[in-house]
């Protein structure tokens, strides 16, 4: 009979990490477990668990104790990795255990969210996930922003390696969390993660010394790419300030390639800019990243319109009954519902879908995750009106 336990420190060496080289990486590998043992520390407070007959390690699953802004409102979020089961041991329902067990130990330590990078949507939309817009690649030659050189601005944009300005870094990220919806923030313990291997140098830019925008990238040699991570800022001056700086690599870099929110638009950041704006999603490689609702208390002093609805959750072990979402005041409050009045029925992953602001209660209906009437969507529209959630967050 097998059983599921959770395993802590370098425990995890002999149990779940067994498990990872086949599952993630080249296989088989010489060197795999000391590399295994390098990055031991970025998981020392993942809530990491394991499935195990007879002392063998059949299969595993972990959460990372992180935070999401979800409409305004920072939840502690579940960022859950490293699912895999033994090649021997798979479609015996062992992932699925795992995954029910980790929700309920993530809600029961007060988790409110989950997220993950899925090998395939399919397999999460069973346990409530729902598909998050992938941000965009814009990819543009550095003197295409070169109409930003001559431009005066009040602040200034300074150049650190990341392991230098590590501090700045984080306390920009937190900030993000409080202001975007679907912005994440990890736990140190993994963020350090970038100063392992300091390969980034980091950009901030800067108004009165205060930082309003932010970037990590590293140039891949003479004549070659800038590749830069997320375009972050707090103000519209905060992007000019980066945008003027890329362009100081003109005749260094041919080409700059950075990452965007999905509704950012590279096109109008200067007069006639040649750009590439992509977003390719494709599994396992390149995957938009998937979230759920562990309670349906996430949503509660969200702000909203004055829409009022009874809605009942169906199909899944920890979103379930009848609750009032009323928004007459302005933000959400969350009661439970007496019952039998007219309302919405809805899965965990088509509340996923209006929580996170990406799915119409029209798609909803569309795509099976509910049974919603003309009237009960259109309260849901003033409740939960779309949103574009920025799943940014490195680290
Ligand atoms: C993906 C993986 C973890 C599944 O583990 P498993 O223990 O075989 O999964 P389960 O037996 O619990 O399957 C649960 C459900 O998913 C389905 N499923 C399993 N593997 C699947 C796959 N590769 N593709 C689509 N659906 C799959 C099962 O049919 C089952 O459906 P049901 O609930 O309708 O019966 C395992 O194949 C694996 O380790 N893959 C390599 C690593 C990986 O991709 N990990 C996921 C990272 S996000």
């Known amino acids: 009979m097998s059983a599921i336990r959770q395993v802590h420190g370098e425990e995890r060496l002999r149990t779940a990490f067994t498990l990872y080289p086949y599952a993630f990486d080249q296989t088989p590998a010489p060197g795999a477990d000391e590399q295994l043992r390098d990055i031991l520390p970025f998981h020392d407070g993942n809530h990491t668990l394991v499935v195990e007959q007879d002392g063998r390690t059949l299969a595993t699953a972990a959460a990372i104790p992180a935070h999401q802004n979800l409409r305004g409102n920072v939840l502690p979020m579940a960022a859950v ?10 479609r015996q329902g062992h992932s699925r255990r795992l995954m029910h067990r980790l929700h309920a130990d993530m809600l029961g330590t007060g988790h409110r969210l989950a997220v993950l990078y899925p090998f395939h949507p399919s397999f999460y939309e069973k346990f409530g996930y729902v598909g998050l817009p992938a941000n965009r690649t814009a990819v543009f030659a550095p003197e295409e922003l070169s109409p930003l050189l001559g431009r005066k601005l009040p602040g200034e944009v300074t150049c650190r390696r990341i392991d230098e300005g590590f501090d700045d870094y984080r306390a920009f990220h937190q900030r993000l969390l409080s202001l975007r919806h679907g912005f994440m923030y990890t736990p140190h313990y993994r963020a350090r993660r970038a100063l392992a291997t300091p390969d980034r140098w980091l950009a901030v830019a800067t108004v009165d010394g205060q930082a309003v925008g932010l970037l990590t990238y590293r140039i891949d040699g003479y004549g070659g790419r800038l590749r830069a991570d997320e375009l972050l800022y707090t103000s519209a001056l905060g992007r000019t300030l980066l945008l003027r700086f890329l362009a100081e690599h003109t005749h260094q870099v041919c080409q700059i390639e950075v990452t965007v929110a999905p509704d950012e638009f590279p096109e109008t950041w200067a007069t006639a800019l040649t750009v590439r704006t992509t977003a390719e999603t494709s599994y396992p490689t390149s995957p938009a990243l998937m979230a ?18 009874e809605i009942e959750l169906v199909d899944d072990p920890l979103l379930t009954g009848r609750h009032l979402l009323d928004g007459t005041a302005g933000r959400i409050d969350v009661t439970a519902a007496p019952g039998a009045g007219e309302g919405a029925v809805l899965t965990a992953a088509g509340l996923a879908g209006l929580a996170y602001g990406v799915l119409d209660p029209a798609d909803v209906v569309a795509r099976g995750l509910g049974d919603i009437s003309d009237d009960a969507a259109s309260e849901l529209r003033k409740l939960l009106p779309g949103r574009v959630p920025h799943a940014f967050g490195r680290g």
Not at 81 to 90: Q, Y
């Open 81 to 90: 990795a490293w699912v895999a089961t033994h090649p021997g041991a798979r």
């Open 292 to 309: 759920r609702l562990l309670s349906v208390d996430a949503l509660r002093g969200a702000p909203c319109g004055p829409g009022r609805l």
